[in-house]
């Protein structure tokens, strides 16, 4: 497989992003990504850019509803209408144009200090249909650890110290819909916007482009290698998205290519995102860019924990497996790597 790192959560200035197009495309050219896929809200109009510039491949999908049930979608050719009330409506519009739908930042936590307490969340989860959530999302999880000016004035300073990981609460939901047979794909984003704030006296960009582009990515594995041409590369990145396989990283400490989580036996090897038929001589193989403590759940539940940078489980029976690694940082673990899941049928 051929490992392709991008982010699919951006904004420009054809929504409340701060920069254009281009500025965008070179921010994320000089972090070192792949690709990017740009989600301004209720808006395509990057569309017409599509396309490769300087070896960075450009997608344009779109944010959808205001006040709460942000929904993203990707491989979409329509703008897809605000329903802000009647989230399913908007999610049967994107399958309908065989779009992917990603329920976006799906809980977030008020700073007492910003954006008056506002969040947005998703609300209704009754819906049926969507095909992943986005487990982990930098802007909004930066703003949540907001609560006073300190904080504000630290974390503008130090915006990679809001980065706890996912929600407890987010995973627990994410595994209760593989439990259920649903397979969700879990995805993370920037939600790259570099907006000003105010603090005082003091005007900052707040979470910078580059500072995005080096945090909360995706990392696809392609069957084969990126061609340089526009409609084969979308569906091989877009099919990688939606085969779950990927898994979303935080960058920022270590950059998580090279990262691998595979079963196999002696003959096969199997990937994220992949079904494997139980037999008895499974093995689980991690292996982790830099030394790390690699956590295997299975069904949702802690399996197994390993540290070092090669890590094997043995006794893989039937279930749903998904790793999580934690690198340590300036003596703190940090969480770095949030895998999809294997299947053993
Ligand atoms: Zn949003
Ligand atoms: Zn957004």
Redesign the pocket.
Known sequence: MFEYTGNMHIHSRYSDGSATISQIRNYAKQAGLDFIIVTD?FNMKAASQEGYKDGLLMLVGM?INEAHN?YLALDIDQVVKNNTEHPQEVIDAVNQQEGIGII??PLEYASNFLNEGNV?NWVDWSVEGFQGIEIW?LL?QWKGSISNFYKALYYILNPQGALIGPYPQTMRRFDDYQRQGKRIVACGGA?AHAPGLRLGPFYFKIISYPFSFRSINMHTLLPQPLSGNLATDKKMIYDALRNASCWVANDYFKNSRGFSFTLCDDRQIWNMGEDVPWQENLQCKVSTPYRARVKLYKNGELAAESEGREHLFQGITRGIYRVEAYLRYRCKYRPWIFTNSIWVN
Do not use: L
Request: glycine share 0%.
């Open positions: 809200h944010e942000h976006a930042h947005y999302n909004s939600d």
